[in-house]
């Protein structure tokens, strides 16, 4: 039997315990067996595959002190760089930013070539730009640029990705030529290689539209914007929220240009495909209703844009009355009856000022707020609440008879 222990506590015995389930992904089996192995000895390989499974799992900060030790032992590339992107995702950007240049030291001393250092330029641009360090973000994303290039050719398939860095990167600064400039050049590329339907364009398209509205230049955002909804509907169908929303997006182009009677019924049609979306009691539509009320009312449609704002509004005061019931029955259960009172007060209030008198809203609200005005010994207050939601209850037992 001591025998048997002892044998067991040989490290590369034990390893053999964690490999099998940690290559097929069991993590949750591969996770006591790494951390008893490390118990016996922090060898690297037992810290990359724990590191791993805190990764897969996704607990990042657990997965970051395990990647530190592994590079005191052993500092390699992989490691380097997957250190650097933790570093990122849990914020810590300067000590990303370090290990992002330390990675490409450590890829130009290897003598590997410049190709595999394309995405490690990429990631510590994405760092620099989160750090508002913008010249030097352009920097690293104009090296990606050139490596592909130098590697591969200008028009490689992956250099639309390369330049759409690049486009947002200038986006940022408001750069909105050179930025116009770099996303004409990532649609040449996509439509080269991928079709002049393919989806991808869609958004790259997008944002071509949106620098050239940033420009002034409305006629060729126009275009951008009319080819981008065209993909879409080809690639997505006509009831899709991208579709609804490059609607919208083309429409307001046509409102902010005072091409009225073009952004009707782009709105309209808009809206219509978000009530099918959303529902037609989602609060979201509000803006919808909006938008196509202001443009019937520059069209002197005032009737119709009546309606829409009153029906934008309903919408709204159905949220805030939604809200408002929801942080009050918090502070029940918490049997704070005294904060949750106003609420309550406010909630009803402004059903009572709005479309909803005899709503169901109105049924959910009075037997709470009846409830925590007796919790408060304002008994006949709560005894009013009730007698009214007897009456509420009437017209429909009636019915119902």
């Not at 902010?256 to 989602?282: D, I, M, Q, V």
Request: neutral net charge.
């Amino acid at each position: 039997m001591k025998f048997l222990i002892a044998v067991l506590c040989v490290p590369g015995l034990l390893a053999q315990t964690w490999e099998k389930p940690l290559a097929e992904r069991r993590w949750d089996q591969a996770e006591p067996l790494l951390k008893q192995a490390l118990e016996q000895s922090e060898t690297a390989p037992a810290l990359r595959g724990l590191a791993t499974v805190y990764r897969a799992t996704g607990r990042l900060a657990e997965a970051d002190p395990l990647l530190e030790k592994l590079l005191a032992l052993d500092e390699t590339v992989a490691d380097t760089e997957e250190l650097a992107s933790i570093k990122a995702a849990l914020g810590e950007l300067s000590q990303a930013e370090t290990l992002y240049r330390r990675t490409l030291d450590l890829r130009l001393r290897s003598g590997e070539g410049e190709g595999p250092s394309i995405g490690t330029h990429q990631r510590l641009a994405q760092v620099l730009v989160s750090l508002t360090k913008f010249r030097e973000a352009e920097h690293e994303a104009e090296t990606a640029i050139a490596i592909r290039a130098r590697s591969f050719a200008a028009d490689h398939p992956d250099s639309a990705a390369d330049f759409a860095m690049l486009a947002n990167i200038y986006q940022t600064e408001k750069k909105f030529t050179e930025a116009a400039t770099a996303w004409d050049w990532v649609v040449r590329v996509q439509e080269a290689t991928f079709g002049i339907d393919d989806l991808k364009l869609a958004a790259s398209l997008e944002s071509l539209a949106a620098c050239r509205r940033e420009l002034n230049q409305w006629r060729l955002a126009e275009a951008a914007l009319r080819r981008a909804l065209a993909i879409r509907e080809i690639n997505e169908g006509a009831i899709h929220a991208d579709v609804a929303q490059a609607i919208d997006t083309l429409a307001r182009l046509y409102f902010g240009t005072k091409r009225f009677e073009e952004a009707e019924p782009l709105f309209r049609r808009s809206l219509e495909l978000w009530k099918r979306l959303l529902g037609a009691k989602n609060s979201v539509l509000a803006m919808s209703y909006d938008n196509l009320a202001v443009t019937e009312a520059a069209l002197k449609k005032y009737d119709e844009a009546e309606k829409l704002y009153l029906a934008a509004m309903k919408l709204r005061d159905d949220d805030d009355v939604a809200n408002l019931r929801n942080l009050a029955l918090v502070r029940v259960a918490q049997k704070n009856y005294k904060d949750a009172e106003p609420l309550f007060r406010r909630a009803l209030t402004a059903l009572d000022a709005s479309y909803n008198q005899g709503s169901a809203r109105l049924a959910e609200l009075l037997p709470d707020y009846a409830a925590v005005l007796r919790q408060l010994g304002r008994l006949a207050e709560a005894a009013k609440l009730e007698a009214r939601l007897k009456a509420l209850k009437q017209p429909t037992l009636r019915a119902q008879r």
